[in-house]
């Protein structure tokens, strides 16, 4: 029978393996690595499920290598697209010099449908897609405080 319900990790791996989904699971820290590869992005997703809490994070870091001379205007870019958009969950690790997206689903007894999981992660994506262009930009030198501006620039098509 096909999962239809995800409840635990195994049954996210069982998920991913019933539909071919390139996976790299790591069972002692409940987590899982998901291959990106289209053209408009690269990279890994993080799939994180929480052991003692009710949730399952992704997470997916998009932008590396910020020099520590553009972390404030990275900052204030975040803080700007947080407080606009509609997910919310863009951060920045400093550790790593690294831009992510990160969204936190809770789960509830009954877990959450995989499809509905599924568009989760789509989502994450698509988030980072639409502002990987605006925060390479503030990495390279424009202000934090244009970033909106700069998303609707990348996003817009060219007039005809």
């Avoid at 988030?127 to 501006?149: I, M, Q, S």
Wanted: aromatic share 10%.
């Amino acid at each position: 029978m096909p999962i239809a319900r995800l409840t635990k990790f195994d049954d996210l791996i069982a998920y991913l393996q019933e539909n071919n989904v390139p996976h790299k699971p790591d069972a002692a820290s409940s987590s899982v690595e998901l291959p990106v590869a289209s053209p408009a992005d690269a990279g890994t997703i993080f799939v994180r499920w929480e052991k003692d809490l009710p949730y399952v994070q992704v997470i997916y870091p998009f932008v590396g290598s910020v020099p520590d001379a553009r972390v404030p205007d990275v900052e204030s870019a975040i803080v700007r697209v947080n407080n606009t958009i509609k997910l919310p969950g863009f951060g920045y690790e400093h550790g790593n010099h690294i831009i992510y997206m990160r969204l936190c689903v809770q789960l509830y007894d009954e877990g959450i449908s995989a499809t509905s999981f599924q568009r989760q992660v789509f989502a994450v994506l698509q988030n980072a897609r639409e502002f990987a262009a605006a925060f390479r930009d503030v990495v390279a030198g424009a202000p934090g405080k244009d970033v909106l501006d700069l998303a609707v620039k990348h996003n817009t098509p060219p007039s005809a």
